[in-house]
T-cell receptor, first 114, second 111 residues
Framework: ETGVTQTPRHLVMGMTNKKSLKCEQH?????MYWYKQSAKKPLELMFV???????ENNSVPSRFSPECPNSSHLFLHLHTLQPEDSALYLC?????????????FGDGTRLSIL | QQQVKQSPQSLIVQKGGIPIINCAYE??????FPWYQQFPGKGPALLIA?????SEKKEGRFTISFNKSAKQFSLHIMDSQPGDSATYFC??????????FGKGTRLHILP
């Protein structure tokens, strides 16, 4: 157990659907992250939240919409996705927003876009 | 300049051998170099990390060697075991900037 739980583990959706990914951390951390992991590519940082405020958005398309209602929960709302959005989406947390700290990852949501 | 170049892409080693994974960077401002290990179906987990003020760090069978002048660092796994088969990612960061990950090395240890 990493202390970071992601649901669902697998998701198949059509391009016109709307779905949400959920992440919950039980580590008492103040920073949470969304990453995209595609085959043969480096991990791509999508969003960073520190103390529930978004501090970084790495030019992610608007069809991905994050929400951080409190320091323990992070959501990624999805709508009108494209086939190239199929990937493993990883949530991570760290003690605070300083990057020279270990990041604790969940096991990811495997997303497939039909 | 923000890239971290990792090699090889994949590696097969006999049990007991010493796999070596190499990473190179350009940005001399990087000051934190972690390695993450990822098993199939799991998220990455921090394995070991080093800062540029030391040239080597060991944790159990895992060793990071750091060459500041060459802007390179590498991971060695001593007495490798089939259970070490996983994907390994090097990374680098500076201050409050985002972590930059390498593309990963898929390691397979033959029994």
């Amino acid at each position: 157990e990493t202390g970071v739980t992601q649901t669902p583990r697998h998701l198949v959706m059509g391009m016109t659907n709307k779905k949400s990914l959920k992440c919950e951390q039980h580590l008492g951390h103040n920073a949470m992250y969304w990453y995209k992991q595609s085959a043969k590519k480096p991990l791509e940082l999508m969003f960073v939240y520190s103390l529930e405020e978004r501090v970084e958005n790495n030019s992610v398309p608007s069809r991905f919409s994050p929400e951080c209602p409190n320091s323990s929960h992070l959501f990624l709302h999805l709508h009108t996705l494209q086939p190239e959005d199929s990937a493993l989406y990883l949530c991570a947390s760290s003690q605070d927003g300083g990057r020279n700290q270990p990041q604790h990852f969940g096991d990811g949501t495997r997303l497939s876009i039909l | 300049q923000q890239q971290v170049k990792q090699s090889p892409q994949s590696l097969i080693v006999q049990k007991g051998g010493i796999p070596i994974i190499n990473c190179a960077y350009e940005n001399t401002a990087f000051d934190y170099f972690p390695w993450y290990q990822q098993f199939p179906g799991k998220g990455p987990a921090l394995l070991i990390a080093i800062r540029p003020d030391v040239s080597e760090k060991k944790e159990g069978r895992f060793t990071i060697s750091f060459n500041k002048s060459a802007k390179q660092f590498s991971l060695h796994i001593m007495d490798s075991q089939p259970g070490d088969s996983a994907t390994y990612f090097c990374a680098a960061s500076k201050g409050d900037d985002k972590i930059i990950f390498g593309k990963g090395t898929r390691l397979h240890i033959l029994p």
